[in-house]
């Protein structure tokens, strides 16, 4: 059974940093492109970050370049989310998701960023 487990939200203020991690099981980790999305109260999930099976190549959304960075440690099987310069527009719950044949989400992650 596949499982991918999201940590590391919680309250920060506008400025600071956070970082992500999201841990999976049941899959081969490296063979997975990964990424990370997010949801805001009543709008649409949205696209983060992603990266390929060996790290080498990233995509970042235009309103969390230079600011959020992300990676991946295929000997831990662990996806994770740089979050800096965070700023009160990127409150959402932040999903894991593991793409190859199918499509596979953690459940989430609060990340809340006060003014």
């Known amino acids: 059974q596949v499982q991918l487990v999201e940590s590391g939200g919680g309250l920060v203020q506008a400025g600071g940093s956070l970082r992500l991690s999201c841990g999976t099981s049941?899959?081969?980790?490296?063979?997975?492109?990964m990424g990370w999305f997010r949801q805001a109260p009543g709008k649409e999930r949205e696209f983060v970050a992603s990266i390929n099976w060996s790290g080498r190549t990233t995509s970042h959304a235009d309103s969390v370049k230079g600011r959020f960075t992300i990676s991946r440690d295929n000997a831990k099987n662990t996806l994770y989310l740089q979050m800096n310069s965070l700023k009160p527009e990127d409150t959402a719950v932040y999903h894991c998701n593991a793409h190859r044949w199918a499509n596979f989400w953690g459940q989430g992650t609060q990340v809340t960023v006060s003014s």
């Open positions: 049941g899959l081969t980790f490296s063979r997975y492109r």
